[in-house]
């Protein structure tokens, strides 16, 4: 056999640098083309082509890429259009569909084209109307939708509306400070353990047969004739008194500070009164304003449409969820056995009216910078726990079903299996309003917030409700569940509290912008007055009273 051989191919190397030394004949009038790693390169013959869109990419090239490298033309570019143009794909031309005529199933007899014409005829240009009435109707519902977008909006941005601003805004308020809530995300701050100072009210121990309500064995919701009183800060006589004490030199009520911490999450208008008298700072809501109604579906992706007529209003909603809240906080509690008395008795009873549970605790924190805040926090019953052997304080809140079709989510049917899914639903839709009950249960110091799940006996009558079902929660552990940071909701309190301290004496407004997420400060004149509702509220007034 022959023995197997090996040569050796010609290297030729080029000392002065990376590639080759010199360009054969073949390729040397054949331009260079640069690319780059994302550059896509087409096909031979591209069989799967859609014929309904023959040369669609030739403004660009046949490969989907740009026709230029910078300001180079490529070899790609070039496309070759008479070739092109003869060049036809085999058996890829769209089928023409046969359609049969009346003429095939024309029955035997005189007459009948006569007949065809007039019947048929007739009912063809009758569908020809209604396809044009419907056209028609599709068309002005676009421009109704596509009313006031401005250029450059998100074309399915179409639940953005224009809401009112919870109070009229005067062309001589000075505009001080304008707060974008994205930035108050970035805040925090930590608090030491408050100090009690005043415990005053009357506080009534929770009924335990209410843990075994579900669906199956809900319970009306009772009306119950009790007074609930709703008292500002500069109106409440034992904040009056420690401020003249000296014992803080900040004032608020749980409710105001609620707002402010979670007011990152608000949707709708609101604003807050803010008075610097010395070196004091208050905090006031305005006299018959809407801040004591709670809100429904503020959150939600699609909230109630505006339409003051029904009963599924923003404005209706608002007063049925009052409404419920208060009833259901009575209702749960027994009424008709001893509770528990405060050391002092509730300074808003002026006569012997049956007043509500309630409970309020003078409290006090320590801001750092020589700021002290002092507020009012309430408690609504009070639980017997004797496991423990301490009794538990409660702040007892209701959550409202108007219609299962908003929220897509039936509490007859989910809340006993899947009480979890219901509440993230809750959550999604008042997210704003549980971050408030969360705040205002822990300035309260409550060691539970009982939750409950009400629900309209029938979705068009907003009267009569049923109790579903309720629920104890750790206010602590639930604000970690809601994803509501502690320090960060007291690091929003403590950077507004510097900056209206660092203000001139005088009275000024928080507005939240009914638009933007953003809250406006307003200085305005000690004359003005705030409190009293527009002409349009007016009208309103006595049906918002008999409610609340």
């Keep these: 056999m022959a023995t197997p051989t090996f040569s050796v191919p010609k290297i030729v ?43 669609r990419n ?15 033309p490529t070899v790609f570019s070039y496309v070759h259009a008479e070739d092109d143009e003869t060049f036809t794909l085999v058996e890829n031309r769209p089928t023409k569909t046969k359609f049969h005529t009346a003429r ?12 065809f014409q007039q019947n048929y005829g007739q009912q063809s240009q009758q569908g020809q109307k209604q396809k044009q009435l419907q056209k028609g109707k599709q068309i002005r519902n676009r421009a109704q939708q596509t009313q006031g977008r401005k250029w450059g909006q998100n074309p399915y941005d179409m639940n953005k509306r224009i809401r009112d601003s919870s109070i009229e805004i005067h062309p001589d308020w000075n505009v001080i400070e304008t707060i974008d809530f994205s930035s108050l995300t970035k805040l925090s701050y930590t ?28 319970k009306a919701l009772e009306r119950i004739e009790r007074t609930f009183f709703k008292v500002s800060t500069s109106d409440d006589p034992v904040i009056r008194q420690l401020s003249m004490e000296g014992v803080g030199n900040v004032f608020a009520t749980d409710a105001i500070l609620s707002l402010l911490m979670a007011c990152p999450r608000s949707v709708y208008s609101w604003d807050i009164l803010i008075h610097r008298v010395g070196t004091r700072l208050f905090f006031d809501k305005r006299d018959k304003s809407n801040f004591d109604f709670l ?4 959150t939600a992706s699609e909230p109630p449409y505006d339409d ?33 008395s405060f050391p002092k008795p509730n300074p808003f009873v002026t006569s012997d009216e049956e007043v509500a549970s309630v409970g309020y605790r003078y409290r006090k924190w320590r801001l750092g910078d020589d700021v002290t805040l002092v507020a009012r926090c309430e ?11 301490k009794d538990q304080f409660l702040t007892i809140k209701a959550l409202n079903e108007y219609d299962p079709k908003a929220t897509g989510m039936d509490w007859r049917q989910k809340l006993d299996s899947q009480r979890g899914g219901v509440l993230a639903t809750e959550l999604k839709n008042n997210s704003n309003k549980l971050a408030r009950w969360t705040a205002q249960a822990i300035l309260s110091g ?3 917030m009982v939750l409950g799940y009400v629900s309209r006996v029938q979705p068009k009558d907003n009267y009569n409700h049923l109790i579903l079902g309720t629920q104890f929660y750790r206010p602590r552990e639930f604000a970690t569940q809601i994803n509501l940071n502690l320090n960060n909701m007291w690091g929003i309190l403590k950077g507004m509290i510097d900056m209206f301290m660092k203000l001139p004496e005088g009275k000024y407004i928080l507005v939240r912008d009914p638009q933007k997420p953003v809250a406006v400060l307003y200085e305005v004149p000690q004359s003005a007055v705030l409190g009293g509702p527009t002409d349009e509220e007016a009208a309103d007034e006595e049906e918002e009273d008999s409610i609340i």
């Design 104 to 115: 095939r199933f024309q029955p035997r007899g005189r007459g009948y084209g006569q007949h």
């Design 308 to 340: 003051k007529d029904s009963i599924n209003s923003p404005q209706s909603l608002s007063q049925e969820a009052s409404f419920i809240n208060q009833n259901f906080s009575q209702q749960i509690l027994q009424r008709e056995q001893k509770g528990y």
């Design 191 to 218: 608090v030491e353990n408050p100090e009690d100072i005043v415990s005053c009210g009357y506080l009534e121990y929770y009924d335990k047969s209410y843990d075994f309500i579900s669906t199956k064995t809900e």
């Design 58 to 72: 030739y403004q660009q090239n046949r490969y989907g890429q740009q026709a230029q490298f910078g300001n180079i």
């Design 295 to 298: 809100t429904v579906n503020e």
């Design 379 to 389: 408690l609504d019953g009070i639980k017997a726990d004797k496991d423990k052997g």
């Design 13 to 55: 190397e080029n000392p002065d640098f990376w590639g080759p030394s010199s360009v054969p004949e073949r390729p040397r009038d054949v331009p260079y083309a640069p690319f780059s790693k994302s550059d896509k390169f087409g096909k031979v013959a591209d069989w799967l082509q859609d014929s309904k869109y023959p040369g």
């Design 446 to 448: 409550a060691d539970s």
